[in-house]
């Protein structure tokens, strides 16, 4: 038995090391969020969507495809690649099996984003290295208790909501609503971002109560014109800090 667990324990102090060791991620870095929806972005498509985005200041692009498949998401996130070419965070959401091949071939992928009912965020970690961003959806306090024993470094950031109703995330929880929200990322020492039917007048409220940065989908994805949209909540943002 000693044989065996001595070399998996060794493993284990390592992952922990390297975990420590890691440049950790800043909070400015998920100030203006973009997660992408392909029905929202229209004929424009997703690519002249995140493009646009990155043009009017975002710091961080998800990009969410729950339907297309494997091969056609991997070919999304490499040109997805090509088009933020390291102005922002690029993360996939879910699939951690198509971040990790966009990134064997080359792409400038930064890491993952998962929810509740994926992965469990420990093997999320194992999976993409200490070198990748890992964001984990969180809407309750168990949720936080959970987080708070993972090792540390296992998670970069929550993704906290919905704040709101919305069509974009049908499945999505009871709402928390502003004070929700606030009462959720004061009990938590990792950066939480606020997601679900924000528009640009919610950020003085959201910054107010602890927000990292706003996670949006239709008010950039569905705007006319999504490069002012994304300025509008990054002015609003630099504004209300």
């Not at 090792?151 to 919905?162: A, F, I, K, R």
């Amino acid at each position: 038995m000693t044989g065996l667990a001595s070399p998996a324990l060794a493993a284990a102090s390592s992952s922990a090391a390297a975990l420590a060791a890691r440049p950790r991620l800043r909070r400015e870095q998920l100030s203006t969020y973009l997660v992408t929806d392909a029905a929202a972005c229209g004929d424009r498509g997703v690519l002249a969507v995140v493009a646009a985005a990155v043009r009017g200041g975002a710091t961080a692009v998800q990009l969410r495809e729950k339907t297309a498949s494997a091969r056609d998401f991997y070919e999304l996130a490499v040109r997805a690649a090509e088009v933020v070419d390291g102005r922002a965070l690029l993360l996939i959401d879910d699939r951690v099996d198509v971040c990790l091949a966009a990134r064997a071939a080359g792409a400038r992928i930064d890491g993952v984003h998962v929810g509740q009912s994926d992965l469990p965020v420990e093997q999320v970690r194992a999976l993409v290295g200490p070198d990748a961003v890992v964001g984990l959806t969180a809407n309750t306090r168990d949720h936080l208790r959970e987080i708070a024993a993972l090792p540390s470094g296992t998670v970069d950031y929550l993704g906290v909501g919905v704040i709101r109703p919305t069509a974009t995330k049908p499945d999505h929880p009871e709402p928390l609503g502003i004070d929700g929200f606030g009462a959720l990322a004061r009990v938590t020492a990792l950066p939480c971002v606020a997601i679900g039917g924000i528009t640009v007048a919610d950020t003085d409220a959201l910054a107010t109560v602890g927000a990292a940065g706003l996670a949006v989908v239709s008010a950039v994805c569905s705007a006319p014109d999504p490069e002012a949209a994304t300025r509008d909540l990054v002015s609003a943002w630099e504004a209300a800090r």
